[in-house]
């Protein structure tokens, strides 16, 4: 039987992203969740409350499972991912981060690097949202544009307390764990993914944006798909 893969989004998206694994998933037998987090319906949530209602979402699982946190969601999956039920933990272009620190504090090196990021960001009353004029550049440059322009407006605000919280714990330290690497991402520099590819221990190397799921969901699903067989 497989095991069951557990899909975690990052900020400002929601389980819709990864609508175009669900098919090639399925094709292959392979049982998957897909959760919507709290920080993107509450401004007051925080990562704890992400991690709470992954948890609630693993307990609800029969048998093991393959956890993935996309950028943001990394934090969620390494505090969520010491869950018995964890098998392995999937860092898609994600934030490895450990005990004590948040996707903005942590002691990884290479985020100061220019990226596109930055300047979509506008800042709120306890959110930060993306502006949609920069949110091709930073997440969808390699998406079809009417498949960017879907996601953009599919896009909500995210908790400012869940981006600045920390983690309580450091799931990659005592499960297996595989970091996928973006090497066309303009949000999260590749240099700092690589900086957390050095935590985990293990990294491939895939050529899209921030959003592999959209522009190239064949090679997501392909390593799930071989990750939820063993």
């Not at 029969?62 to 969620?76: A, I, K, P, R």
């Not at 502006?131 to 996601?151: L, M, N, R, Y």
């Not at 005592?174 to 935590?199: F, G, H, I, M, W």
């Not at 990294?203 to 969901?217: G, V």
């Amino acid at each position: 039987m497989s095991r069951t893969v557990v899909l975690v989004h990052g900020a400002w998206h929601g389980a819709w992203c990864w609508e175009p694994v669900f098919p090639l998933l399925d094709a292959a037998s392979v049982p998957l969740i897909a959760v919507d987090l709290p920080s993107v319906a509450y401004a007051d949530a925080t990562l704890h409350d992400d991690s709470d209602y992954v948890r609630g979402a693993l307990d609800s699982i029969d048998g093991e499972v393959v956890l993935v946190g996309h950028s943001y969601g990394g934090g969620v999956i390494s505090e969520a991912g010491v869950h018995p039920s964890v098998a392995h933990l999937v860092y898609l272009t994600a934030f490895a981060l450990d005990v004590g620190e948040s996707a903005q504090k942590n002691a990884l090196t290479g985020g100061d690097e220019p990226n596109d990021l930055i300047p979509a960001l506008a800042f709120g009353d306890g959110v930060i949202t993306i502006k949609p004029e920069g949110a091709t550049a930073a997440f969808f440059h390699d998406c079809a544009p009417e498949v960017a322009q879907a996601a953009i407006d599919r896009l909500r605000p995210m908790s400012t307390a869940a981006i600045t919280g920390t983690v309580n714990a450091a799931a990659w330290r005592e499960k297996p764990a595989t970091y996928v690497v973006c090497t066309d991402d303009r949000a999260l520099p590749v240099a700092l993914q690589r900086s957390n590819a050095e935590r985990v221990g293990t990294s491939i190397d895939i050529p899209t944006s921030h959003s592999p799921f959209l522009s190239r969901p064949d090679l997501v699903a392909d390593l799930l798909i071989e990750l939820s067989s063993r």
